[in-house]
């Protein structure tokens, strides 16, 4: 019975007839792509936006993006910003047994504003010298600290 199982599981067929077009490198290499490319829109780092840009766009059986719409967005240069991008990608090729073949692709682009860096000072502090003194009615000073701030 095992014998029967395994032959027909070795002879069984791909399930999904149509290829999708994949960007080349996966899920990683294509948010690298948008990280690397993104441009924080004026109008929208100067008014503190931040957020996500839905978007949908058809890549054709040649892996090249056709047409781009976004279907929520942020304004503020933040949506022609996420068209932008998607324009400048290109998918690999699907092999589909001479079909030519659109397909739909959806994702989200997100605009998050860069964090300011923190800052760092250094300060020391040494004593001065004690002052000694020069008459005998005036007391010597007190001890004295010099500091130093550095950003």
Do not use: H, W
């Amino acid at each position: 019975m095992n014998r029967f199982i395994k032959l027909i599981m070795e002879n069984k067929k791909d399930p999904k007839f149509l290829k999708l077009p994949k960007y080349p490198g996966g899920k990683e290499a294509f948010q690298e792509f948008v990280k690397k490319n993104l441009k924080y829109p004026k109008e929208a780092f100067d008014k503190k936006i931040e957020g996500a840009v839905f978007v949908m766009y058809r890549v054709d059986g040649m892996g090249n993006i056709i047409e781009v719409q976004v279907t929520k967005g942020l304004g503020f240069g933040c949506d022609e910003e996420a068209i932008r991008v998607i324009k400048l990608m290109s998918y690999e090729k699907a092999k589909n047994r001479g079909l030519r073949v659109v397909a739909t692709m959806r994702t989200r682009i997100n605009f998050k504003l860069p964090k300011a860096p923190e800052i760092q000072f250094e300060y020391t502090a040494k004593p001065k010298p004690a002052a000694t003194a020069t008459k005998k009615t005036e007391k010597p000073a007190g001890e004295s600290y010099e500091y130093t701030i550095t950003f």
